[in-house]
């Protein structure tokens, strides 16, 4: 029998607020546990929350961006459940009437297509505090300096029908948040993750089979593993004449598994009724004409702009633009320089590489914007040759100083002078004459030989056009 994969996530944004959603306390990463918890944060008797209509601001942001319906009123209501990290009993969050309502995003596929995935909803809700396990043999502690930290929940339509195109989404989401400013889209500190719904069906079939709930999912990778292998678990399951059940699953990177965690809630199992404490919210025309003007160039707009001004292809600018970091970082480059397309290049290609290598963001790269000019400028001036400016990064990015100091360090110029370079020619020539007989006689690949025994000489200082250039005319005249 031949399935197919039905997929939606419920993608957790953190929203870059200074503050928790309904109280004062720093929503800062990195405290000791229970410092930035207060009264409201710890649910105690008679306080009361005072919604942050900063996190209004920005989820009223995030809807526009993706055209969705925002309407006139939203309504926060009380999520019922208990669990040791979340003080109140309840959750505060939106049922009914969430702050954004149906839109949508546009995804690439592998095959160059777009696809259009739905967004049922985004609404706000507050986070609940962290179980601490590795520090306390036999125990569980509990740090509440992350409760009550004002998180955006997207919940796509069941749109997706493979991993690859899940993890498109979830990093079309990723640049969207990061680009209008509402979250730093931090994935190892938690401030975005995911949980994804996946079932399987015979193909062809309407109805959707039972679905299973991924939790808490907190890299591309992982998405992309975890699905997959939840996929091949509800086929065999089924296959094996077994029913798979409705739960919440756990993946387990470790191990390449997903394990039930507990079964599915459904919405009536947390008896949401609207919160007493909180006032509906009002969505006026002022507001949206507030948030509309601080609408930031948005990566499909940046993406384009990128094209036509920097007459780069849509492949370099799509990359570039992923990330509002690195398209920044490409900007100002290509600005500083005049070499758009050279300046994408070495943004693309050997930054990406290094970053990768160290598992840096570009906000955290060892060459910076500014010394990456430098040594294009260099580049461009036909001070280095291509080559050489590789060794030179590589020196950069070692804290060895900027471009100029390099070059001139490790005397790295390039050889432009045709006299020199001439000389060099004749006495390869000279040492190689079996080589240029062949040559001669119609062996043109040996041409390759020449140049590279030239480059060699001069130890990759001299200037490869010219090089090229007069080594063609001298072994053809």
């Not at 197919?4 to 957790?12: A, N, P, R, S």
Request: charged share 25%.
């Amino acid at each position: 029998m031949e399935w197919e994969t039905v997929i939606g996530l419920e993608i957790h944004a953190q929203l870059s607020t200074k503050s928790k959603l309904f109280s004062g306390s720093s929503t800062a990463y990195g405290a000791e546990p229970n410092t930035q918890a207060n009264v409201v944060d710890l649910a105690m008797p008679g306080v009361l929350p005072v919604l942050n209509i900063d996190a209004v601001r920005k989820a009223v942001m995030f809807g526009m961006a993706i055209e969705a319906d925002v309407p006139d009123v939203s309504v926060f209501a009380r999520k019922n459940y208990f669990y040791p990290d979340l003080p109140q009993g309840y959750q505060i969050s939106q049922f009914d009437k969430p702050i954004v309502g149906l839109g949508h995003l546009d995804i690439e596929l592998e095959n160059g297509e777009t696809k259009r995935i739905g967004v049922t909803r985004a609404h706000l809700e507050q986070d609940a505090g962290k179980s601490l396990h590795k520090d306390f043999a036999g125990q569980t502690g509990v740090d509440l300096n992350r409760s009550g930290t004002p998180l955006l929940e997207i919940v796509s339509e069941p749109d997706m029908s493979n991993a690859k195109e899940a993890v498109a989404y979830m990093k079309k989401i990723h640049s969207l948040v990061q680009f209008l400013g509402i979250c730093d889209g931090n994935m190892q500190e938690g401030s975005f993750r995911c949980d994804a719904n996946v079932s399987v069906r015979p193909k062809g079939q309407a109805e959707f089979g039972t679905r299973a709930e991924l939790k808490n999912i907190n890299s591309f990778k992982f998405v992309e593993r975890a699905i997959n292998i939840e996929v091949e678990r509800q086929i065999d399951v089924i296959e094996a004449g077994g029913e798979v059940v409705q739960e919440t699953r756990l993946f387990d990177p470790d191990k390449d598994e997903t394990r039930s965690m507990r079964s599915k809630e459904e919405a009536n199992d947390y008896r949401y009724f609207p919160d007493p404490d909180l006032l509906p919210v009002a969505i006026t025309q002022e507001l949206r004409d507030s948030v509309r003007a601080e609408l930031p160039e948005l990566p499909e707009q940046k993406k384009q702009r990128f094209i036509n001004q920097f007459e780069l292809s849509a492949f370099d600018a799509g990359v570039l633009t992923s990330n509002r970091a690195l398209s920044d970082y490409f900007e100002a480059v290509a600005e500083a320089t005049g070499e758009a397309k050279l300046s994408a290049n070495w943004v693309n290609g050997e930054l990406a590489s290094h970053l990768n290598k160290a598992e840096l963001d570009v906000t955290e790269s060892k060459v910076s914007a500014e010394q990456l000019t430098g040594l294009i400028k260099r580049i461009a001036d036909n001070t280095i040759s291509g080559k050489i400016a590789k060794d030179v990064f590589e020196a950069i990015w070692n804290g060895e100083g900027d471009a100029d100091e390099i070059i001139e360090a490790k005397g790295l110029k390039q050889i432009t002078d045709s006299g020199a370079i001439e000389s060099i020619i004749d006495e390869i020539i000279a040492a190689n004459p079996g080589q240029y007989e062949q040559y001669r006689s119609g062996k043109d690949k040996l041409f390759g030989f020449f140049v590279g025994q030239v480059m060699k000489a001069s130890k990759g200082k001299a200037n490869p056009a010219e090089v090229n250039r007069l080594l063609k005319a001298k072994l053809d005249a």
